[in-house]
């Protein structure tokens, strides 16, 4: 009768009000036993019909007893059971309630290096405002002319450490992100295949339990009608040697009581098995379903946490190879700069060549054409030469202006 109680299996344990529903069951079956038993009692004496000694009414008075003390302690014992099953899905419960809050903090982890590796890309985007800022301030003094090339090794060196820098700390995030991503993982299924395992065992305790408390209730069957059966023949020996025109009458009528005991014995026994065997069925299937259902959850979180590293490692190259364009669209810029400045620097040189070639030519002329030319024309050639050195001298600070 126990066993006719249905639990629903829920994501955290029993529901109380379906627990506190099984007691109450537990007891009306209790009560509808005792009934069951007093009225077959009842029913044995009116077949009969026998008048019965003080002594016959003191032992059944005992047996009685004895049969409600057991029937108590069956429920005690029950009511232990209980209790230990509640105890043992709070225990459960609070495994489960572990295993929420550290997939929790594993994520609040993946989260916070996350955040480190986007402070650190900001770090490195306000290295290079700083670096661009410092390019500014050295194309703005160019005009010192001697320390142009060092500040151009400078900013290459200052863009390949950044880049470098870069380059280092994004596949650290990368690996670390692919790192803790795995572990969660390898987390997860360990967890998720210990739960099955616990579940499992659960399941076959509950189906061993419910088979040892069919059999239990089978063979105390068998041995109630065995009793009954022992009485009925004793009453029917009894009313044999005190009427024997009534001996057949009450054989009949106790052989008859007999088998119908028996057989509402054999009935209650076979419906109790029967009810255990659907109980442990539904309580594997669910225990089944509930392992299974948090198996998935759990391979759903790691993939989810695997597809955000991953995501977050894409946005990181896609920034950086945009600062590598950046970059080498820098360089090319300092390098065009660089060569336009040469060629006006060698345009400079050749202007300079030819005047003095002129200024030279102009001279021998003169020195040919007599001292008396060469004498007048002397502050001539002097100023021709300083004009030209002023116009290079100009024209140099406009091309590197221009540069």
């Known amino acids: 009768m126990l066993r006719r109680a249905q639990l629903s ?3 955290r344990g029993y529901k109380p009000e379906e627990v506190d529903a099984l007691l109450q069951a537990a007891a009306t079956a209790l009560e509808r036993a005792q009934s069951e038993a ?88 306000a290295d290079l405002m700083k670096a661009r800022s410092e390019r500014d301030e050295a194309s703005q003094t160019r005009a010192a002319g001697p320390n142009r090339e060092q500040l151009m090794e400078q900013v290459g060196e200052t863009v390949g450490k950044l880049l470098r820098d870069a380059e280092a700390t994004a596949t650290q995030l990368r690996d670390e992100a692919e790192a803790e991503a795995h572990q969660l993982t390898i987390q997860s299924r360990a967890e998720a295949e210990r739960v099955r395992r616990e579940a499992d065992q659960q399941a076959l305790l509950i189906r ?18 065995d009793a009954l059966r022992r009485e009925a023949e004793t009453a029917s ?5 005190q009427a024997a025109r009534d001996a057949s009458i009450t054989r009949r ?95 400079t040189r050749s202007g300079l060549e030819r005047v003095l070639s002129q200024v030279a030519d102009d001279q021998v002329r003169q020195l040919v054409g007599g001292n008396e030319v060469f004498e007048a024309q002397d502050e001539t050639v002097y100023a021709t030469v300083d004009e030209s050195f002023d116009e290079a001298e100009t024209e140099a600070p406009e091309g590197d202006e221009e540069a």
């Open 9 to 11: 299996i829920v994501r």
């Open 38 to 125: 007093a009225g077959l009692r009842s029913s044995l004496q009116q077949a009969t019909e026998a008048p019965q000694p003080d002594a016959t009414s003191g032992e059944e008075l005992q047996l009685l007893e004895s049969e409600r003390r057991r029937l108590d302690e069956e429920l005690a014992l029950t009511r232990e059971q209980l209790q230990a099953r509640d105890q043992e899905l709070q225990r459960r419960q609070g495994e489960l309630s572990r295993l929420q809050s550290d997939l929790g903090q594993a994520k609040s982890a993946s989260d916070a290096q996350l955040a480190d590796a986007e402070s650190q890309l900001e770090a490195l985007r």
């Open 208 to 225: 061993r339990e419910a088979q040892e408390n069919a059999d239990a209730v089978a063979a105390e069957a068998r041995r109630d009608a």
């Open 237 to 241: 020996q009894i009313l044999r040697d």
């Open 253 to 347: 009528a106790a052989e008859k009581t007999r088998d119908e005991l028996v057989r509402t014995a054999e009935a209650a026994a076979r419906e109790m098995r029967e009810t255990a065997e659907r109980e442990a069925r539904r309580i594997e299937l669910e225990a089944e379903a509930l392992a299974e259902g948090k198996v998935r959850a759990a391979e759903a979180q790691a993939e989810q946490a695997q597809k955000d590293a991953e995501n977050r490692a894409r946005e990181i190259e896609e920034e950086l190879s945009v600062v590598r364009e950046r970059e080498q669209a820098l360089i090319e810029q300092m390098r065009e700069a660089r060569e336009a400045l040469s060629s006006h620097l060698q345009a």
